[in-house]
């Protein structure tokens, strides 16, 4: 059974930032990885890392295919939480 899916407004605002422009190829792969996130029968995966948020947060981070664009999210069992979006790859916690 699929997560619940909440969009934060951070990671909504960050989309166009992002240049993730709706019928993109980017935004194509964009919402399958958001799609793989929420069927996952358990998360984090082996293709996820945990980074911090500043300046108190942390957030598992999934890359979107071979590109330049990073999906930071927390989840739980029934909810997939989508905090924000980055061009700039995470620095993974020690």
Known sequence: ????????P????????????PGSSLAREAGATLRALAEAP?????LD???SIPPIASAYVR???NRNLWLWYSATESELVMLRVTTAPPVPMA
């Open 42 to 46: 358990e998360l984090p995966t082996a």
């Open 49 to 51: 890392v945990i980074a």
């Open 10 to 21: 951070r990671y909504i605002e960050r989309l166009a930032a992002c240049r993730v422009i």
């Open 1 to 8: 059974m699929a997560r619940l899916v909440r969009l934060t």
């Open 63 to 65: 890359r979107v295919g």
